[in-house]
Each structure stands twice: as structure tokens, then as C-alpha cells.
Nanobody
Framework: QVQLVESGGGLVQAGDSLSLSCAAS????????TGWFRQAPGKEREFVATLSWGDSTTYYADSVKGRFTVSRDNAKNTVYLQMNSLKPEDTAVYYC?????????????????WGQGTQVTVSS
């Protein structure tokens, strides 16, 4: 049974940093493309970042480019999202996702497995 478990969310002030983790069981991240998405109240789930399998190509939403970094530790079977210079508009529930394939997608429908989400709240 595949499980993705996010952690690391919390309440921070604007300008602060947070590091989210997504630990996997039942699959090996080194063979899956992974993505981070977020969903704010009343809004649709939106793409944040993706990390491809193999060459570890990354791709970011314009709104987080230069501030967020996605990475993977194969030994720990964990994917990370380092978030710097956080803004109030980054407030959302953050989800990690995995799909069996090389490329990461920017649309949620492209992913096979999802975590339960972790809340990130940025106060002004």
C-alpha cells in the first residue's frame, strides 16, 4: 500500500522559511516523478513544483520561482520543498504527489498518489 506523508507545515511570519517533507512508503521515489501542489480555502488546487525522475529536472510555478526549491533524498525516500521568503499569499494546504513516470506534470490529474496535506500559514 502506497502512502505519502507530508510534514513540516506551520504558522510563520512573512519573510520566514519553512521546509516541507514528504516521506513515501510502498513506492520508491527514485522511480517516480513528484510534484508539490497547494490549495487555499475556496480555491482550486494549484501547481507549485515538480521534480522529474532520472535527471531530476525541476519546474516551478511562476509565483514561487526563485523562492522555493524541490529536492529528493533517495536514501531516505523523501522529497522536500524548501520555501523561503514566504508571503501571506503562500498560505494553503500543501500536498505532495507522485506519478510512475519520468516527467512531472503541472496538472493534478497527472498524479497517481497523494499525501494528506500539511497546512502552511503565513501571517503579514
Amino acid at each position: 500500500q502506497v502512502q505519502l506523508v507530508e510534514s513540516g507545515g506551520g504558522l510563520v511570519q512573512a519573510g520566514d522559511s519553512l521546509s516541507l517533507s514528504c516521506a513515501a512508503s510502498g513506492l520508491t521515489f527514485s522511480s517516480y516523478a513528484t510534484g508539490w501542489f497547494r490549495q487555499a480555502p475556496g480555491k482550486e488546487r494549484e501547481f507549485v513544483a515538480t521534480l522529474s525522475w532520472g535527471d531530476s529536472t525541476t519546474y516551478y510555478a511562476d509565483s514561487v520561482k526563485g523562492r522555493f526549491t524541490v529536492s529528493r533524498d533517495n536514501a531516505k525516500n523523501t522529497v522536500y520543498l524548501q520555501m523561503n521568503s514566504l508571503k501571506p499569499e503562500d498560505t494553503a494546504v500543501y500536498y505532495c504527489a507522485a506519478r510512475y513516470g519520468r516527467r512531472g506534470y503541472t496538472h493534478p490529474a497527472g498524479y497517481d498518489y497523494w499525501g494528506q496535506g500539511t497546512q502552511v500559514t503565513v501571517s503579514s
